[in-house]
């Protein structure tokens, strides 16, 4: 199958979205943690998490702009200033991905899916209890995406909170043994299996 530009404008809206939301491949499923300023706790999935920089440590996050459309995470964590990413596992996949769904604003994802909040002092944004890998970041900037009106969020991260860490042969997380999974387009989730871990690449 080969599709030029005008036959992928030319395809159903639905399956234009899922075609193009899966073929990046399968990126990391986050659940991400805002507090508003009412002090209620709220939770939305998130696969658009990517690394920014280890020093200062900086991870960057697309969220579509706000537009006509309430968008609380933007809003929760501009107004706060901060907000955790959380890992999603397996025995509860279900539950991170069914806080895509567009509750009111006066209603709390954590309560809706049954998931737990739980607070590091001083730091107003919630965890997730049920995560194995947490961090809480500081909001500092952003960056707005002209040509289709998305927005790319940079924080800082502040804490890292991981329940029973794995460690590859590099140092770096285990994402397989830590049962991290994956989200490819809007509503498949993929186990992770680390398969390699290979030595600097040299000339």
């Not at 943690?33 to 991870?59: D, E, K, R, Y």
């Not at 609380?72 to 959380?86: A, F, K």
């Given at each position: 199958?080969?599709?030029n ?30 507090v508003?300023?009412?002090g209620?706790?709220?939770l ?5 998490v990517?690394h ?79 995560s ?6 500081r ?56 398969f ?8």
């Amino acid at each position: 199958m080969i599709l030029n530009a005008q036959a992928l404008a030319d395809l159903p809206k639905a399956e234009q979205i899922q075609l193009i939301n899966s073929i990046t491949g399968i990126k990391p499923a986050n659940l991400v943690g805002t507090v508003n300023p009412q002090g209620q706790a709220n939770l939305a999935v998130f696969s658009s998490v990517f690394h920014m920089g280890s020093s200062p440590p900086l991870i960057g996050m697309v969220l579509r702009s706000k537009g006509d459309v309430p968008r609380h995470s933007y809003d929760n964590l501009v107004s706060s200033g901060c907000y955790t990413l959380n890992h999603v596992h397996p025995d509860w996949a279900d539950k991170a991905h069914q806080t895509s769904a567009k509750y009111p604003q006066d209603v709390s994802e954590f309560d809706a899916t049954g998931l737990t909040p739980v607070f590091l002092e001083g730091f107003a944004a919630p965890f997730v209890a049920q995560s194995q890998v947490k961090y809480g970041l500081r909001f500092v900037d952003e960056m707005p995406v002209k040509h289709n009106g998305t927005v790319i969020l940079i924080g800082q991260v502040e804490h890292i909170w991981i329940e029973q860490p794995h460690y590859a042969p590099d140092g770096g997380l285990d994402l397989s043994a830590l049962n991290s999974v994956g989200i490819s387009g809007l509503n498949n989730y993929y186990r992770l299996e680390r398969f390699a871990t290979y030595r600097e690449a040299q000339p």
